[in-house]
């Protein structure tokens, strides 16, 4: 059961922590943590390029990623430095990602579908010395960075190799720097919780707690098959997919980007177990006609997040494929998961306890003074995970982490007797009709669970006596792509 607990910091505070003993967090870099074991696991299959069927195992990565952080090393990397990837979902993406962590660098994940005016704007701040991606966003990239930065390096496609981590003279013989645990690994943008997009760093720390904290509720083993259908780049598919299955041992299949056919078929060919979804892709798999054509007998659980998951939807999708459905909470900020169950009770309209290592309370609004059980208001969270804060905004920090360190993440949720989270929705997008407070995405459930539905979404709009009113957006055929 739950413990609730005072403070100090926080006098009347009602904290919430999981039923789960918080987890020893070794004192490494990210890399080194993640690679401890992929020597001894030899020929073990660790990634395959499921457009292609190349695949790595984990001697052939490990000796990859060492190339690569050497190359970088003897081309001129220095500690901190900052590098931008962008590039799809890829072994390459893996292998430069591990590499430059182990290189000493500061990796800045940028998605490959990023906009012009958005690229200019991730590149103004913090002017990374080193952009890694592909031949085709190059020339994009180059016009948003204004000044190209001091290197360039390519990543060729799929087919033709990766010229980054091809040996190079001197390289293999260019140590590697020890890298501490309060450095700064990674930049990921978030929109956190005013809108606006912000640069988040996070420590090596932060990603191997949150990591540490991912066992329980996602224990993967090595004989686990994990597809990576989120973005690699986002912090989804950066931890709970790519990094606490490779520091597992399990192996990773890897879509490029996502197409329901594609996913479907690589879940049918490499036996897939175990999957990481957002709601859009479990309402597909619930209603799409394709599904009834692949074979995802394999499929033991699947989690879905970064969204609220309707209940009847997750059971709809959970009959279809013959799998556990559950969903968890993160965000960006808390690298990423706070909240989410183990694979025990199935429970899928709750998104579980806090995960180890996690201090959770539910306050007012308005006030910021703690709720009585069962009431709703904001969630906040305290974690070994929290990020350090937002480059360059120290405004914003302080704003999203208050003086006793607790991270406002701008979600509304209650908490059960159980002491199981639900949320309801996002505090920016409330309706208020009459003076009470409405929630899109409850309304947005209720339509999801009727089956002539197939999306759904509802909005506020103004309304001279309730203030505002909700109305519905909805889709009443079966979308031939999964909605977005």
Known sequence: MPTLEQTPAAQNAAIITGPYAAENVPELGLAAFVMRDWQPRGARGALIDASTGRSFSYSELAAAVRTTASRLVAQGLAQRDVLALCAPNSPEFAIVYYGALAAGAVVMTMSPDVAEAEATAQLADPKPRWVVTTPDLAAMLARAAGTWPKELLLLAEASAGSPISQPVDGAEASPLPVIGSDEVAVLLSSSGTTGLPKTVMLTHRNLVAAVCSLRVPEPVSEEDVVLAALPLCHIAG???????????????????????????????????????????????????????????????????????????????????????????????????????????????????????????????????????????????????????????????????????????????????????????????????????????????????????????????????????????????????????
Not at 297 to 319: D, K
Not at 331 to 350: N, Q, V
């Open 238 to 484: 950066m931890q709970i997919v790519l990094q606490n299955a490779l520091s597992s041992g399990a192996t990773v299949v890897i879509l490029p980007r996502f197409e329901l056919e594609a996913f479907l078929g690589a879940i049918e060919r490499y036996r897939v177990t175990r999957i990481v979804l957002a709601p859009p892709i479990v309402l597909a798999l619930a209603k799409h006609p394709s599904v009834d054509r692949y074979d995802l007998s394999s499929l033991r659980v699947l989690t879905s997040g970064a969204a609220p998951l309707g209940r009847e939807i997750a059971r709809a999708a959970a009959r279809r494929i013959g799998c556990r459905i559950k969903q968890g909470y993160g965000m960006t900020e808390s690298a990423p998961i706070c909240i989410a169950p183990d694979d025990g009770p199935d429970r899928p309209e709750s998104i579980g306890p806090p995960v180890p290592g996690v201090e959770c309370r539910v306050v007012d609004c308005t006030t910021g003074v703690d709720v009585a059980p069962g009431q709703t208001g904001e969630l906040v969270a305290r974690s070994p995970a929290q990020m350090r804060g937002y480059l360059g905004n120290e405004a914003a920090t302080a704003a999203t982490i208050d003086a006793d360190g607790w991270l406002h993440t701008g979600d509304i949720v209650r908490v059960d007797p159980d002491g199981w989270f639900h949320v309801v929705d996002r505090l920016k997008e409330l309706i208020k009709v009459n003076g009470r407070q409405v929630a899109p995405a409850e309304l947005e459930q209720l339509l999801l669970a009727h089956p002539a539905v197939a999306d759904a979404a509802v909005i506020g709009c103004p309304d001279e006596e309730a203030g505002e009113l909700p109305r519905r957006l909805s889709c009443s055929t079966t979308p031939s792509t999964p909605p977005s």
